[in-house]
């Protein structure tokens, strides 16, 4: 192997391969070549001299292994390697070269080929230390699944994967385990899969899992572990992920993800072909380039990849209307509204056409310029079980609890039936007022500039302006309003009638009484747009006679004629949409979000036995306090030791007031010590019961059992949980060894026995992380670098009919058959650096590929194809290079230069409209 580095130039100069020194053959002082000597395994190795010893470095041992399944009629074995499907190697013949790491048995897993032609986990089986061939069954598969399982537990007694697996075999409830195993992978090959796992593969596993353990137990005393035994090449990272389906700190494989339960009024909401409207939850990435909400509020940051959602929910519009919502707090315990908090909800309905908690539609018509909007994010009822009432200005029925009824007389129902009327006249106001003002603006050449016109004050001006000057507009819906069914023919005349009168009382005196010029008089709306968008009147009639002089003569009378035809017919394209949304919407629909009682993540996840209390915080949701008449009800923490069943004694400390953190302290010391573990955790609170996805680990030697957060950047701190760690600083050895087998140290700034805090050295990138103390390596854990991208795309042609396919490095992450307004925001972790993003046509029936595409996070330059664009057509592909790296603290504004504006102008996809793609 050819090594290049610095300061080679000594005759000393040795390779030292795991303690075993061997001298080059070729030695230039910067890059040397040495050949590995025969019966090495796979683990680091470092460059020594006179002048020190240098950086160590990790490698794997590349072998050719030979592989046999012992199953009759098996399916083919498509690929053999780690854990999921991106880390196998396709089989050539009955070989497949596979990457080793470390010196210790590794679980080979087989993929076979799915019913949808992709790789999915299939037989599996543990490879032994210097063995180079391994047979696949449906034996070697229980073994190997139940042993993974258990890798915790077996690491705690010191022992091998393999030695495990010889006294799993001897067990005598190992033969019905092995029937059971064999029945289910029989029934479907992909039983044990991990990327995409089956709930009964958990269920089967945990079946026999405590047998196996007591198993284990009687056949081997427990023993302290040995340094060798401890040793960083002992863990490959296919063992630490498939181990930490239960106990492990990746996020990779266990989904501590608190998402909350989200049910509509109607069931069917989402689905309709005229109306489409749903609500989902926010997460961290979602709103990591939105300022000033209060998502995720009293939350550490270091607990946001641990939660991924931070409590807030948007409400997402895909309707031609606007919508209102008001916000309830429920009840947890009854699941109901508590009648106090019906006249003082947390968010109340809007109450102007022009109010900024206004829900926008899909699309609209803004003075000519069509645009689509964002969704609505609402964060006002951040982690706690909430009532949504929306309202619409459709006329459909009412569904859901929350109280509303057309006619009531009650406060909430007035400010509920204002909200309705302010609604119906802002869809009116955008669709049909504003379109014929158009047709004056246009008319002079006013040249309206098109980012003021998104800017939401701008916006708010001009509805005001005919809001305010147009009260016949409002006493016109009011009578509609106030009806419980108005049908679309009756819409339709109002449209009608109120595009008339704007036109014969604003527009046509303007455009035929030029016998007066310039000593035109404008009307109430009109001079109060023209204030808005700060044009004096005079330069505005006099543009106007200017621009109509040369378009009108030789007569007038053609000016009525062209409106009727063209003008009108324009403006009922929008009425048109609105009018069949207006008249198949319900007036209310619900929906009720509850966050539960659920746990996510704890820390420590290991405790030493060294005679001290132990004091813990517990992440997840529904562990507020509930606050009653004479006393408040405290969560209920439950602690039992797994090993003897017995209950240890819990001391509540704290929860803070969104219920996301718990602390509770264990004090009786003779307990912990005489604790066998691993420890469950429950909470018990409000007549629910909620169990920790991971277990404590109990112990006195080297063990990292926690990385949080396990993803940061350079210079950033996280905190180590474990066992067997040094109080003095100087006597951890923190280490972090990235894929690439490049190894970094990192500064420790606190530490105990059960916890150290560092900082993270410069580009970490993925890989593990160790902690050496007195000469003993930990076992290694996970850590996954510091990149989060959120890519977002989609169609944003007026016409919702075009379909893509998104890659990333060559990888496919999105593809469907499905045309969409908006896909994402998808979260992809990737390594600081340039990456390269493909958009891909897949179909454009019209013959023009609209679309769009958005970055976000930790992104610092994009580069490449438009971002948005009419000719992504069929197999035409668009790339993309995103830099991605460590941003400033609050760099938002740097962020959003790659995030097309919620407001992005719609592209014309109409017949008219010349075709992007050859031969259609």
């Known amino acids: 192997m050819t090594l290049k580095g610095d300061n080679f130039d000594l005759d000393d100069t040795a390779v030292v ?114 063995v180079q061939e391994v047979e696949f069954s449906y034996r070697s598969t229980a073994l190997a ?82 340094a060798d035994q401890f040793n960083a090449a002992n863990y490959s990272r296919a063992h630490v992920l498939r181990g930490a389906t239960l106990n492990a700190a990746t996020t990779e494989a266990v989904d501590t993800d608190i998402e909350p339960s989200i049910v509509s009024y109607p069931e069917t909401n989402g689905t309709w072909n005229l109306f489409d409207m749903s609500m989902e939850a926010s997460t961290f990435l979602d709103n990591s380039v939105e300022l000033g909400n209060k998502c995720g509020e009293g939350v550490d940051p270091k607990w946001y990849e641990v939660l991924g959602y931070d409590g807030c929910v948007r409400l997402e519009n895909r309707s031609q209307l606007y919508l209102s919502y008001r916000v309830y707090e429920v009840d947890p315990a009854t699941g109901e509204i508590p009648a106090d908090a019906i006249s003082s909800p947390l968010a109340e309905h809007i ?111 001009v509805i005001k302006a005919v809001y305010e000057y147009m009260p016949a507009l409002t006493s016109e819906v009011e009578k509609l ?170 001391t509540f400390l704290s929860v803070n007031k969104q219920g996301t953190e718990l602390e509770f302290m264990l004090a009786n010391v003779s307990q912990i010590d005489a604790a066998k573990g691993p420890l469950d955790v429950y909470v018990e609170h409000r007549d629910d019961k909620a169990k920790l996805p991971y277990q404590i680990l109990v112990g006195t030697d080297l063990m990292i059992s926690a990385i949080t957060p396990n993803r940061a950047k350079a210079g950033e701190q996280v905190t180590i949980s474990g066992i067997g760690f040094s109080e003095q600083l100087v006597g951890n050895i923190v280490r972090f060894v990235s894929e690439s087998g490049e190894v970094k140290r990192a500064s420790v700034t606190a530490a105990t026995t059960e916890s150290l805090t560092v900082t993270v050295p410069d580009s970490p990138g993925a890989g593990y992380v160790t902690v050496e103390v007195g000469g003993e390596v930990s076992n290694q854990l996970p850590f996954f670098g510091p990149g989060q991208v959120s890519i977002t795309f989609g169609d944003n042609g007026n016409f919702n009919d075009d379909v893509y396919k998104l890659a990333v490095n060559g990888r496919v992450i999105y593809e469907n058959g499905t045309p969409k307004r908006k896909v994402g925001p998808l979260a992809i ?52 290079t995103i830099t991605v790296g460590p941003t400033v603290a609050n760099s938002v504004p740097s962020q959003r230069s790659y995030v097309i504006d919620p407001m992005s102008i719609l592209q014309d996809e109409s017949s008219s409209a010349p075709s992007e793609c050859a031969g259609q």
Request: proline share 4%.
């Open 17 to 130: 391969f795991q303690g075993t020194p061997v001298m080059p053959s070729v030695n230039n002082g910067s890059e040397i070549v040495v050949e590995v000597p025969e019966g090495i395994a796979a683990g680091r190795y470092w460059v020594s001299n006179a002048q020190g010893s240098s950086n160590e470095m990790s490698y794997f041992l590349e072998q050719n292994i030979a592989y046999s399944v012992a199953v009759a009629g098996a399916s083919p074995i498509y690929s053999i390697g780690g854990i999921v499907p991106s880390h196998a190697t396709e089989v050539s013949g009955n070989t497949v070269q596979f990457k080793k790491l470390g010196n210790s048995a590794e679980v080979l897993y087989s993929f076979a080929l799915n019913g949808n032609g992709q790789p999915e986990m299939y037989l599996s089986a543990i490879l032994e230390a210097g």
């Open 145 to 226: 699944n139940m042993a993974s399982h258990l890798i915790f537990f077996i690491e705690s007694k010191g022992m091998s994967l393999d030695e495990a697996a010889d006294i799993l075999a001897q067990s005598p409830e190992f033969a019905n385990y092995l029937q059971e195993v064999t029945e289910a992978l029989e029934a479907d090959k992909g039983f044990f899969s991990f990327a995409n796992a089956r709930p009964g593969s958990a269920e089967l596993l945990n079946k026999y899992s405590e047998h196996f353990k007591n198993y284990i137990d009687n056949a081997k005393s427990q023993s302290s572990l040995s």
């Open 351 to 461: 109450d102007t056409p022009y109010h900024t908690a206004m829900a926008s539609p899909t699309s609209g018509t803004f003075l000519v310029f069509e645009f689509w909007s964002s969704d609505k994010l609402i964060d006002t009822c951040v982690y706690k079980d909430c009532a949504y009432q929306i309202l619409t200005p459709g006329v459909d029925g009412s569904f859901g609890p929350t109280p509303f009824n057309l006619t009531g007389t009650e406060s909430h129902n007035q400010i509920a039936q204002k909200a309705r009327r302010m609604l119906t006249i802002r869809t009116i106001i955008d669709n049909i007022i504003i379109r014929f003002y158009s047709i004056l603006f246009d008319a002079a050449g006013l040249g309206l500039d098109k980012g003021a016109l998104k800017k939401p004050e701008q916006a708010r001006a």
């Open 481 to 650: 309003a106030s009806k419980e069914k108005v049908t679309e023919q009756e819409w339709i005349d109002l449209s009608q009638a109120i595009g008339l009168e704007i036109y014969n009382k604003e527009i046509k005196p303007i455009m035929t009484d030029l016998s007066n010029f310039p000593n035109i008089k404008l009307g109430p709306t009109t001079t109060a747009l023209l204030k808005v968008f700060a044009y004096d009147q005079a330069d505005f009639i006099q543009a106007l006679g200017q621009k109509l002089a040369k378009k009108l003569i030789p007569g007038f009378g053609a000016v009525e004629t062209a409106y009727e035809a063209s003008q009108l017919a324009t403006a009922m394209v929008d009425m048109g949409k609105t009018i069949k949304d207006l008249a198949t919407v319900p007036s209310k629909l619900d929906y009720v979000v509850s966050w539960g009682l659920q746990l996510a993540d704890i820390t420590p996840r290991s405790i030493q036995q060294n005679g001290q209390a132990k004091t813990f915080t517990l992440v997840g949701s529904g562990m507020a306090v509930q606050k009653g008449v004479f006393s408040d009800e405290d969560p209920e923490v439950l602690v039992i030791d797994t090993a003897t069943n017995e209950r240890l004694d819990v």
């Open 829 to 880: 972790a990737l390594d600081e650096g340039e990456h390269t993003v493909e958009l891909t046509g897949i179909r454009a029936d019209d013959g023009i590929g609209t679309y769009y595409i958005e970055f976000s996070g930790d992104v610092v330059n994009v580069s490449g194809d438009a971002q948005s664009g009419r000719d992504l057509c069929p197999e035409v592909v668009k790339t993309f």
